[in-house]
């Protein structure tokens, strides 16, 4: 297993921090060690408490090395779409080789130029993200790198976000003891593998229901243009069945589980299960039924919400329907209950990778694929470095590191477009 294959990606949510440990061999994912644990000090994407985040990312990143006995370094990190503005960018190059082929070198400087706007001091730049390339007026190029030309241009997508969220996160990855190899915005990354072509280019909406809040993410034209971020997601589902219901939140998150359902006209009157109340030693008998109207109702308002979003972005018509993902997306009846809501087509998506075929690992399997296309796009080494030692002293000894000089003379065009990062890491 070569080193230079394997990935690491890191989703900070809500409900749970997930750790990925992946190996890319000729495009195909293979999921060699999972960590996946409670999170605390998070509230609807944001972090609230640094110390309670910076145990539960330990926690998880101790689980996935322990799947493996080597220990985890640097990760490809995943941002939440809170505070996220996307602007379209453009930049303009004259091709620099005299026999006039388009090179790595034109490539890194069309790019670059592209960057040369004034920014909000309270923003920072996450990633850029090329649309198309134009060589002498001819459009719609993916890679123009040995054409023949004069003008090169670039139509690109610029993705930035509050500079305190991101200062926060950062933080709190440094303080864990990793490294941030890659950033990368969490719908970009995850609806970029779960669409197909065909949806990506005639438009559709890719919805992640995580614990804490919900994630727009509009693809048209091959590329996302829209996102926006809906402070409703499973967690108040939960609260709803725990208040009505009078019995714990833990125990209210295995009834979802086990017995929850989105759909009241399908949902099951026949079978009953017992409640344990709080405060007295008796026991409530509920239905299927009777809890899904409780779930349904929150769900229509979630997805009354999301048409309101639809509305706010000016988004009359999703010719590719809506997919939907995340861990909330697992309940019974959800997709038929979004069909009525939402009045378009309406499918589910699971990553179908072996040890995580579960929505709610969408974002961890697309941080690495998205950072593994980067990484063949842009030329640069791919994959990270694991190191082989106890996963015991690696606790022990766990510290950010710096890059080697080998890892910086490297460095790729999209690392060259987040010098930011260092500041963070000084």
Sequence with gaps: MSQNELYVSLDIGSSSVKVLIGE?????????????VKSNGIRKGAIVDIDATVQSIKKAVDQAERMIGMSIRDVVLGIPANQVLLQQVKGVVAVNSENREIT????????NSAQVMSIPPERELVNLVPKQFIVDHLDEIKDPRGMIGIRLEMDGLMVTTSKTILHNILRCVERAGLEVREIYLQPLAAGYFALSDDEKNHGTAFIDIGGGSTTIAVFEEGHM???AVIPVGGDHITKDLSIVLKTTTEQAEKIKHQF???FYDDASDDELFEVPVIGVDTKEQ???RYISEIIGVRLEELFELILDEFYRMGIQDIPGGVVLTGGSSKLEGIAPLARHILQTRVRLYTPDYIGVREPQYATSTGLIRYAHAQDEFFGKDSGQALEPIPVAAASASKKPKTQSKNQQDREGVMDK????FDKFFE
């Design 417 to 420: 477009a987040k010098k930011f």
């Design 104 to 111: 790595d070198d034109d490539l890194d400087r069309v790019i």
């Design 24 to 36: 890319m061999n000729d495009d195909t994912l293979h999921v060699i060690g999972v960590g996946n």
């Design 260 to 262: 929850g359902h989105a």
């Design 225 to 227: 243009t829209k996102t």
């Design 286 to 288: 509920y239905s299927q």
